[in-house]
């Protein structure tokens, strides 16, 4: 890593990297994720060794590297937005559907996208006959190009829950895929299972009320998961590479029945030229070492009566170092700033909000500002540094709930209804209007991505890909 952060020093002052059409943030998103120095990915100078190679290739096919792809569950910044581009705004299933394929069973994960390829878990066959499922699809046609079973799924206890509600990760070589059975697995692009281990078997049972909803995420060149329940809570770091464990380490929060159940997926960031994971749940942000898991700091107060069944499913969101953490079943949001040593709660709350929130959807967030929809269609703008609300929109009444977490591309936020409405709001500094609405026969739990122009939809029977509908 010393060699790859002197090799971005090097080079003529021309900023070959913003030249390229790669933005600060997602120059940023790359450090995060493959645990170089962001300093020296910032600097002017000429990329060397792989992210060399990963921006030349991305170029001949006229992508950026990095924001060309959507690797994770929110995105390449972990925080639900896309790289500037044009998006598709009016369209409808007879207009500017590029390829819709059919799904082999349940599912709510969202896709992951890197190259020419669309990465997706899925049941493959219906109810307890049915196996968890790894399948790739063609990014241009939607030609399914593999499938891989994995055993035996889990069926769901939510109406809209599956035994594929985790989303997979992708580092550009593998990809990683996670399931309610505590099946954990590692794909090569080819279609080859890797390794393959089951968390459940090996520490213990899953003791959650509900479906299992934590993904799997990429740090400091491991593959962490997160497992926060009432009974036996820790979180373990794999070699992506052979599936060997690095470290496991506890996270011991005490706290009342369900309270401890969480469902939410670890941020990635860097403090103090370290790479940190951020853990949402129990009551409790904890900032840890991705290096070794050690717990360097940590922030309560969000449930100070321990009142049972605050479980948390929302994952908080992050930008630069400013948290927004929805929590109390819809009933508050607050903000944080991380950092530091120790117990920081008397230090990091900034803010907190009561009448504002989100109970399944996790907020977007960029520019200093979050994004959030609570189940009946309320959608807020916040500031992160003052909580203060930058407008506010009711979507049109539809059928069902919003469990989907909405994605951020500009000035367009994309947002997906359960009974199959699609809203794209614009988002001004102090304002929030509807600028389109159209319905799907689907049900849309998986969160909308916005890649290279594009908008893809997981449906509960369905793949959607999206361009621009053609001009009248």
């Known amino acids: 890593r010393n060699a790859q952060n002197n090799m971005f020093r090097q080079g003529p002052r021309n900023d070959r990297l913003r030249g390229k059409g790669i933005s600060r943030g997602a120059r940023l998103a790359f450090a995060k994720q493959s645990g170089y120095d962001p300093r020296m990915i910032l600097q002017r100078g000429e990329p060397g060794g792989l992210a060399r190679r990963v921006v030349a290739a991305c170029c001949l096919a006229g992508v950026s590297a990095f924001a060309g792809n959507w690797p994770q569950w929110r995105g390449p910044g972990g925080n639900g937005t896309a790289a500037a581009g044009d998006y598709p705004l009016v369209f409808s299933p007879s207009n500017g559907v590029l390829w819709r394929v059919p799904l082999p069973g349940r599912g709510s994960s969202t896709p992951a996208v890197w190259g020419d390829r669309v990465f997706l878990t899925s049941g493959v066959g219906e109810g307890t006959n049915g196996q968890d499922g790894a399948l790739c699809f063609d990014w241009e046609t939607g030609r399914r190009l593999w499938q891989v079973t994995l055993g035996p799924q889990r069926v769901g206890r939510h109406r809209r829950g599956n035994g594929s509600c985790p989303s997979p990760v992708t580092d550009g070589r593998h990809v990683f895929v996670y399931f309610k059975s505590g099946t954990l697995a590692a794909i090569d692009f080819a279609g080859n299972a890797v390794w393959r281990v089951n968390l459940q078997e090996r520490y213990g049972r899953d003791t959650l009320l509900w479906d299992l909803g934590t993904s799997p995420v990429l740090a400091d060149g491991k593959l962490v998961v997160a497992v926060m329940q009432d009974a036996g809570a820790y979180v373990v770091a794999f070699d992506p590479q052979t599936g060997d464990v690095r470290w496991k380490v506890p996270r011991p929060f005490p706290c009342a029945v369900e309270s401890g159940d969480s469902y939410t997926t670890p941020l990635v960031t860097r403090q103090d030229g370290r790479t940190v994971l951020v853990l949402w749940g129990a009551g409790h942000l904890s900032g840890h070492d991705a290096a070794d898991g050690r717990m360097r700091w940590s922030c309560g107060g969000f449930n100070p009566e321990n009142k049972p069944r605050w479980r948390d499913i929302a994952s908080p969101a992050l930008d630069g170092d400013l948290v927004i953490v929805p929590y109390g079943r819809e009933q508050f949001t ?119 122009n594009r908008l893809l939809l997981r449906g509960e029977r369905s793949l959607l890909c999206i361009g621009a509908a053609p001009r009248p």
Do not use: Q
């Open 334 to 452: 607050a903000g944080v700033r991380i950092g530091g040593e120790g117990d920081i709660t008397s230090s990091a709350r900034l803010w907190e909000r009561r009448g504002v929130g989100t109970d399944s959807s996790t907020p977007a967030a960029a520019d200093g500002r979050a994004y959030l929809v609570n189940a009946k269609g309320r959608v807020w703008g916040i500031d992160l540094l003052t909580g203060r609300e930058c407008g506010t929109l009711l979507l049109p009444g539809g059928k069902g709930a919003f469990f989907s977490s909405p994605a951020l591309a500009g000035d367009r936020l994309y947002l997906c209804r359960e009974g199959g409405g699609v809203y794209v709001v614009r988002v001004a500094p102090d304002k929030l209007s509807l600028l389109s609405e159209t319905h799907f026969d689907e049900v849309f739990v998986a969160s909308p991505i916005l890649v290279r």
